[in-house]
């Protein structure tokens, strides 16, 4: 990992953390102590992660957020911001965005941010969506045991429904299910199912304005209850995602949860995570002894609304299956950004291959070097298309010179990945 983008102009809090995270750490920081610097930053370097003093009095933060929002290319991974009250980071929590991953306060960086830090490093291969590209195939799977603690368990939540939603996956409405009914059963597996926690207790703890971390850092100090874990599993595919979650506790009577569709439920607050969960969720299921639930989530065909701030002004074109896009013998006017369909690339009545959305681009080798289209491309579904004219493009790479960056990054991986496979090829022959 390069050096990590630290927006800030605390000088003190940059020491702070580089001394937290000790001399062998893998990566260093670039210190950026205004907004447009930033930006300019992320434009050239296209990091991969990057930490943020959302407090700092002297940086627009907001605005660097809202800045990230609308383009989504800016950063492949995410975000790491750090606030100076609880107040302050239960605000941006909720009002989440731009790919954050954890908000820490000033008071528990010394605690959670090696944590957090560890939890990125196991899961680069799916905060880093953008630099695999076409390699979104297959599925991602991984399972991990986690403390019992909010601000870990909330990680690894944002980590996976960031992923989803940028990949396509998911369009924002789905994005907040999802990162709703992974929050409340993680929670509830550490508050009931591993720290024993009763709903009077928590009830009267609460009544007392303290922090529910508190409980559970009180429930933690006898030895038997600190040492459970919650596993935590997915498998993300490329039609749908399984997550399951478990913890160490005696389980519960999972069969006397009311239906949350009834309207005598709907407020009730006991158990109201997991009836939440139910309905936003596909086919949640819980074992016998009540200490473990599965879920899935099951994506709509290209039904992701993420396209990067270059096209944000193109008007899309709509195909119908069957229809051609561009033939054989052309000229290559046209840039061509997928935004929804399968389509297949066909030389002499022959499908050589299909692109989809992963594949992000087509037409973009014979758009660059000014040669005819070499092969024909058909809509084999319905689908939808932003054309990008070499006008366009030529204006738009004025404003936003990172495409450029990005467009040379995605040809090399595809010619690497092409390499590959034609090594592998002639190793078998």
């Not at 979104?136 to 403390?147: D, M």
């Not at 601000?151 to 996976?160: F, H, P, W």
């Not at 409980?215 to 040492?227: E, F, H, N, R, T």
Request: charged share 25%; aromatic share 8%; net charge negative.
């Amino acid at each position: 990992m390069n050096n990590i983008p630290f927006v800030t102009s605390d000088r003190d809090l940059v020491e702070r953390i580089e001394q937290l995270l000790g001399s062998g750490s893998l990566f260093g920081f670039d210190v950026l102590e205004d907004v447009p610097k930033a930006i300019e930053h992320l434009s050239v370097e296209m990091p991969e992660l990057v930490f943020l003093n959302f407090s700092d009095g002297l940086i627009d933060a907001k605005a660097f957020l809202g800045t990230l929002k609308s383009d989504p290319w800016l950063l492949h991974g995410g975000v790491i911001a750090f606030c100076e009250t609880y107040d302050e980071a239960h605000k941006l929590e909720r009002s989440r965005g731009a790919n954050v991953i954890a908000v820490l306060c000033y008071k528990d960086i010394s605690l959670q941010l090696p944590r957090v830090i560890e939890i990125i490093q196991s899961n680069r291969r799916i905060l880093f969506q953008r630099e695999i590209g076409a390699d979104i195939v297959g599925n991602i799977s991984g399972s991990f045991r986690l403390e019992n603690d909010f601000t870990v368990a909330s990680c690894y939540v944002n980590l996976v429904c960031n992923f989803l939603y940028n990949a396509n996956r998911l369009n924002a409405e789905k994005r907040v299910h999802l990162n709703l009914a992974l929050n409340e059963l993680l929670i509830n597996a550490i508050e009931h199912g591993n720290c024993g926690i009763t709903y009077a207790e928590k009830t009267a703890w609460l009544e007392q304005e303290k922090p529910i971390s508190g409980l559970i850092a009180q429930k933690c100090s006898d030895p038997k209850v600190g040492a459970r874990k919650v596993t935590f599993e997915y498998r993300l595919g490329p039609t749908s995602s399984h997550f399951t979650i478990a913890d160490e506790g005696d389980g519960f009577d999972w069969r006397n949860i009311k239906d949350a569709s009834e309207s005598e439920n709907l407020y009730k607050l006991h158990g109201r995570g997991i009836l939440v969960s139910r309905q936003v969720t596909d086919n949640l299921t819980f074992n016998e002894k009540g200490n473990e639930v599965q879920f899935e989530i099951t994506y709509e065909e290209d039904e992701g609304e993420i396209k990067p701030g270059l096209f944000e002004n193109i008007e899309p074109t709509h195909l119908r299956a069957g229809q051609t896009v561009f033939s054989e013998g052309e000229s290559s006017d046209f840039l061509y950004y997928i935004v929804k369909g399968h389509y297949d690339i066909v030389v002499n009545e022959t499908t050589v291959s299909t692109l989809t959305p992963d594949d992000i681009f087509m037409g973009e080798m014979s758009f660059l070097l000014n040669n005819r289209r070499s092969a024909m491309v058909r809509a084999s579904t319905d689908g939808v298309l932003i054309m990008v004219s070499k006008k366009q493009f030529v204006g738009a790479l004025k404003r936003k010179p990172h495409y450029a960056l990005f467009l040379c990054r995605l040809l090399a991986q595809r010619i690497q990945r092409s390499n590959l496979k034609s090594a592998i090829i002639r190793h078998e022959n």
